[in-house]
């Protein structure tokens, strides 16, 4: 199930092996696929590893690419779903 928009807030990236590759982000979940990330969403990836927040994300889509908080909402919320649905985020605490 995908978190709701309050746990959004509180998401983790479940514990999987990735690695950095040319700017792309590889995730190897043993028992599931690999899944290469794009050089956006492995910027998201990289700052959610680190322990930012929805709203966090959201400002570092707006500061990178300059867009406006509706586009950077929707893009991390798909983001977000896009982890949840393939199981690679933590139950929210």
Avoid: C, K, Y
């Avoid at 995908?2 to 979940?29: C, K, N, Y």
């Avoid at 406006?68 to 982890?83: I, K, N, R, S």
Wanted: charged residues 20%; glycine residues 8%.
């Amino acid at each position: 199930m995908a978190p709701t928009s309050t746990e959004l807030h509180q998401v983790t990236p479940r514990r999987v092996r990735w690695h950095d590759h040319d700017g792309q982000v590889v995730i190897h979940d043993p028992g599931a696929s690999t899944i290469a990330l794009n050089p956006t969403a492995a910027m998201l990836w990289r700052r959610l590893v680190e322990g930012a927040d929805r709203n966090a994300l959201v400002a570092s889509l707006m500061n990178e690419f300059g867009i406006d908080t509706l586009t950077a909402t929707g893009d991390v919320d798909t983001f977000l779903a896009g982890l949840a649905a393939h199981g690679l985020l933590a139950e929210a605490v």
